[in-house]
């Protein structure tokens, strides 16, 4: 019971709470319920209002007046949902218990849900609690994944990398992505990936990652394990951004010749994304200086990709790669090593 209790007072007496209504008994009303489960509750009386109080301090929960004069609570609820700062703050629009269409308008402005007027107090206040609990939960999914982009940028030390090998990786993925005529929303994901590609190596044994000299087949069955461990430590992230980056994750290590790590999947089974990262993550790695061996210089390790385009890497891919010689994406690898 008590731990129930000590659970109450960090996730909701400290919770804030914005009511917008042009109403402003109903709003006093609503107050009164929420500051009495102590919550701290702001108000806002119009649109306009509503949309200035969540950018000067963004609380945990909104609840939407449907009918406003000026901006209506539709069109703020849009606007906060089009905001990347805003979009996962939870949002209640207060309808009329019989407008039903104006549910099928909120749905399709992003709200999270719905309350009707007249508004029974019970019902509000667990509304409150259950949106409010799953702001918390979504918050420090958030922070995990920063976290686990601290932690990626952590490997790379750890993995004997010198700096800004994940960085160049990143940019050359996201160069050929380019250069094949990827939309956006697809580089982003390249760009997510790259960062998060080897994360799965925090997995490793130190002594394993920075080996001076070649591996044991059972130390290179363990470093072929870090595919599979990036996509235990990213799955739970809600991030769709992330959620994306998972067959990058799982499949970099794949070889257009089936036989790469960890499915021995083959040609176009590989997802595209992957086939493309493999190839910027394989040309960085051999110019890069490794803790046993100089790195090598461009040229050569361009010539190593002509060579292997269509056995490890994808050849017509490779091909684009190649292509980029001389853009700033492969010189400015070459004067950072
Ligand atoms: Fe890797």
């Keep these: 019971m008590w731990a129930e209790r000590d659970q109450r007072d960090t996730t909701e007496v400290q919770a804030s709470v ?19 489960e102590g919550y701290r509750v702001a108000a806002a009386f119009n649109g306009v209002e509503a949309l200035k109080a969540v950018a000067a301090a963004p609380p945990d929960l909104i609840f939407l007046d449907a009918i406003m004069p000026g901006m209506d609570g539709f069109d703020v609820c849009k606007e906060l949902k089009d905001n990347p700062d805003t979009r996962l703050i ?51 999914l958030e922070s995990a994944e920063r976290v686990i982009l601290a932690l990626s940028k952590a490997i ?41 590609h080897d994360v799965g190596k925090i997995g490793i044994p130190e002594a394993i990652l920075g080996k001076p000299g070649p591996l044991t087949d059972q130390e290179f069955a363990l470093m072929r394990r870090h595919p599979e461990i990036g996509v235990e430590i990213c799955r739970p992230l809600r991030s769709s951004l ?10 970099h290590h794949e070889r257009a010749d089936g036989q790469g790590y960890p499915d021995g999947l083959a040609g176009e089974d590989i997802p595209l994304l992957a086939r493309i990262m ?60």
Excluded at 244 to 250: F, G, M, S
């Design 90 to 140: 939870p949002v209640v629009i207060v309808t009329a218990l019989s407008a039903s269409e104006d549910r099928i308008h909120g749905i399709e402005v992003g709200a999270d849900d719905f309350l009707s007027k007249p508004i029974n107090r019970q019902e509000f206040v667990l509304r409150a609690r259950s949106l409010v609990r799953v702001k918390r939960y979504v918050d420090e």
């Design 18 to 36: 914005l009511l917008v209504d042009d109403d402003r008994l109903n709003v006093e009303l609503l107050m009164a319920f929420l500051e009495g």
């Design 242 to 251: 992330v959620a994306q980056t998972l067959p990058i994750i799982r499949h």
């Design 278 to 337: 493999s190839i910027s993550d394989a040309y960085d790695a051999m110019i890069s200086d490794r803790p046993y061996r100089r790195g090598m210089l461009p040229s050569s390790a361009l010539d190593e990709l002509r060579a292997g385009a269509g056995t490890q890497w994808d050849r017509e891919l490779v091909g684009r790669f190649l292509s980029l010689e001389g853009s700033t994406v492969l010189s400015v690898s070459q004067e950072a090593e």
């Design 156 to 196: 790379e030390a750890r993995d004997g990398y010198t700096e800004k090998h994940m960085e160049r990786v990143t940019r050359g993925a996201v160069a050929l992505g380019e250069r094949i005529g990827l939309p956006e929303g697809l580089l982003q994901v390249l760009y997510q990936g790259g960062m998060l």
